[in-house]
């Protein structure tokens, strides 16, 4: 690392506790989010892109409770703690791009709307042999107006191997969102759908910023 | 102080943590990078002095609550204190909270070509 941590005691040197810091530079953070059912490949494609090796963490949600319990005592309060993991890309000098791997099952969305606020947008990841899982966190997104793109990870063992015109039909998709293949495991694949979501905000921005 | 449990999942070491508070400060995005403004000091709690070590350098809200495995909530909470104290700076996400706020074109084309040369 730079000489700006020669003075600190090693103890406290990120690189001794295996950390990468940001550069002192470092002023905008802005996020990604990565949605899809258990074992599409969330992590692993957070991995294959990151800088650091993925991190998880947890957010702990109370939400305001409206039922009564077995006592008669009103239950002011339910509290859920959903965890995710994430990966960093330093951008450039001044930008860092977080990539959060979160499960998109219905019970999370209240958790989601709130964490997740800010994003450029999402990649709904797709497994073909469980395509059920998208159905909602695409619906969702949709909803929310954050814009997305759809990566169909495919597995191996996947012996129907459908093409994405069928996925695309199977999941009800609209033309303008975009649809690809990916390999989650392999890193330029996962830049390619990292760059292509992008891409895809980038001509909306264009579109807006064309006619105001 | 009135003594009431926190809502965090693991009350016993939540509550030791936050001294019983339960509200954060929201104004701390995920993504907010915070600068550490000061080298900790003897007396202080040991959840702000890991913080200001990892804030030497500028460390995501998200990547604190990892390294501390706190949950966010609670990272919230500590860096209130820090924040109102001057002990540390926060540099917030451009892209608000709200949904009204678009990524202009310049800055994705920065995204864009920082992906790209990856
Ligand atoms: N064959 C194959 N296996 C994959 C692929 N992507 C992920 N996996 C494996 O599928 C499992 C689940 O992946 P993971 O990233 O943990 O899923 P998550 O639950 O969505 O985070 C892991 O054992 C991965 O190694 C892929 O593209 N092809
Ligand atoms: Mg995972």
Redesign the interface.
């Known amino acids: 690392m730079g000489s ?2 020669s003075d ?1 005691p090693a103890a ?1 040197d ?1 690189a001794a506790s295996g ?1 990468t ?4 530079a ?6 990604i989010v990565v949605v899809g059912g258990f074992g599409v490949g969330k992590t692993t494609l957070v991995r294959s ?1 990151s800088e650091i090796r993925p ?6 949600m ?1 939400q305001a409770g409206v039922g009564v319990d077995e006592t008669g005592e009103v239950t002011a ?1 339910t ?1 859920t ?1 959903v965890a995710f993991d ?1 990966g ?5 000098e001044r ?4 990539l ?1 791997g979160a499960p998109g099952q219905e019970r999370f969305w209240f958790l989601w709307d709130r ?6 947008g999402a990649v709904v990841l797709v497994d073909t042999r469980r395509m059920d899982d998208s159905w909602y966190a695409i619906d969702r997104l949709e909803h ?3 814009p997305f793109v759809v990566a169909v990870n495919r597995f191996d063992d996947d012996a129907a191997r459908h093409s994405l015109d069928e996925i695309r039909l199977a999941l009800a998709l609209p033309d303008r969102v975009p649809l690809i293949d990916c390999d989650a495991r392999v ?1 330029t694949s996962g ?1 390619h759908v ?2 292509t979501l ?2 895809h ?2 001509q ?3 579109a ?2 064309g006619a105001p | 102080m009135t003594r009431r449990p926190v ?3 693991a009350p016993d070491r939540l509550y030791t943590v936050t001294g019983g508070r ?1 509200r954060a400060d929201d104004s701390f ?5 915070v600068v550490g403004e000061c080298e900790p000091s003897a007396g202080m709690q040991s959840e702000h002095v890991r913080i200001l ?2 804030c ?5 809200v ?2 604190l ?3 501390l495995a706190l ?4 990272v919230r909470i500590l860096l209130g204190d820090l924040l109102a104290t001057g002990r540390i700076t926060a ?1 917030h ?7 009204a ?5 310049a800055l ?9 040369n ?1």
């Open positions: 700006a941590t600190t406290a990120p950390r810091p940001l550069t002192h470092a002023e905008t953070g802005l996020k892109v991190l998880n963490t947890e957010e702990v109370t309060k509290t703690t994430f960093r890309i330093s951008l450039n930008m860092v791009l977080y959060f964490l997740f606020s800010g994003t450029l929310h107006g954050t890193r830049k990292l760059v992008v891409d905000l980038y909306l921005a264009l807006q910023e | 809502d965090t999942g339960s995005d995920l993504v907010t990078l070590e990892l030497r350098h500028p460390t995501a998200v990547e609550a990892a390294e949950p966010i909530t609670v540099r996400p451009r892209l608000g909270q709200s949904a706020t678009h990524p202009d074109t994705l084309q920065e995204v864009l070509h920082g992906l790209r990856l």
